[in-house]
């Protein structure tokens, strides 16, 4: 049951605890505190994540005026999310073009100087990328390890891992999405960090977000690798087109029933996020109004959250 690692040599390279050179820097999700510590040595004594060369990848080297551009990372979608935005994980790891391709957009994404980023459309674009990259390549990860992995596994523990690097930094997930990208200071992955790292997380998100208030569609563009979360969207986000499909993304979850809203209840994702709902005039209610008609939808029960992996069958 599930995929076996041993009939493939290089998922097991790239699996592999300790796999960490000056040639690339690998993005784990194993526990293994000896991992972190090889990778927090490599970093502290000059080592960084290369491509091709002697010199780090650059902005001004893959990216055009608005920012990294994340062509790889579409080239993976085309090939590994199935039409109701679910991924073929199975394929991905039996595919060594595939896996070297993820490989390479963590390794970019490591040599980026994001501080070099400019304009509010292009930095969000950039920033939820950044999250759905690491998300569905960790994912991949766990499950060759272990084909029952779930994301609510040990207390949610997937998120938590400080192991994705991003310019040079090393976050978990929560503090991509809570901290860089709500801007959320109470939240317990941001409010308990050190005041340096908390005000290193907060200067990328004032650059980004200035005075804007936080665009709540930002909740249906984030794919979390569970069942009930909204789809993995099938192309890498851009700048330039950022407001529509954020915009798509939206109404095409809250016209499910099953996961958006419906006649049985509304995502858990509103009580997750519920100020940053309650913050807009009407609040929930006005917002889903807005994709569709209320009178449908029952806006006072939840639907149930399914954290099973969002695995597509083959």
């Known amino acids: 049951m599930g995929f076996d690692m041993r009939a493939h040599p290089l998922l097991l390279v790239v699996a592999a605890a300790g ?25 502290a004594t000059g080592g960084r994540c290369e491509q091709g060369g002697t010199e780090p990848v650059t902005v001004d080297a893959l990216a055009d005026a608005t920012g990294y551009r994340f062509r790889l990372f ?23 073009e595939l896996l070297v391709s993820g ?20 930095q969000l674009a950039f920033w939820l990328n950044a999250y759905n990259a690491s998300v569905l ?11 029952m992995f779930r994301v609510d596994n040990n207390s949610f523990a997937f998120f938590d891992q400080r192991v994705h690097d991003v310019g040079g930094t090393l976050y978990s997930l929560n503090e991509i999405e809570h901290g860089l990208i709500r801007g959320d200071g109470d939240h317990p992955a941001v409010f ?15 650059q980004m977000q200035g005075e804007r208030p936080l665009d709540v569609r930002v909740h249906f563009a984030l794919n979390c690798a569970s069942t009930s979360c909204p ?4 192309d890498a986000y851009k700048g330039e087109t950022l407001d529509d499909v954020l915009e798509s993304a939206t109404f095409a979850f809250l016209n499910d029933d099953e996961k958006g809203a419906g006649p049985d209840g509304i ?10 709902f309650e913050n807009l005039d009407g609040g929930i209610e006005g917002f889903i109004a807005q994709y569709r008609d209320i ?16 695995r597509a069958a083959p």
């Open 19 to 43: 796999a960490v050179t000056a040639a690339g820097c690998t993005n784990l999700l194993t526990g293994d505190q000896a991992t972190l510590d090889e990778f927090a040595q490599f970093k």
């Open 74 to 96: 579409d080239g993976v979608l085309t090939d590994v999310i199935s039409p109701l935005g679910r991924v073929y994980y199975d394929s991905y790891l039996q595919d060594p």
């Open 103 to 122: 490989q390479r957009i963590v390794e970019e994404m490591a040599s980026l100087d994001v501080a070099k980023f400019t304009g509010y459309e292009a």
């Open 137 to 147: 390549v960790a994912a991949a990860q766990a499950y060759a390890a272990d084909p």
């Open 192 to 206: 308990f960090l050190p005041d340096e790292d908390k005000a290193a997380l907060f200067a990328l998100h004032d």
């Open 231 to 234: 789809p993995l969207f099938p």
């Open 267 to 276: 995502s858990q994702i509103f009580d997750f996020y519920i100020r940053d």
């Open 295 to 310: 009178d449908e939808v029952d806006v006072f029960s939840l639907l149930p959250y399914d954290w099973s992996l969002n």
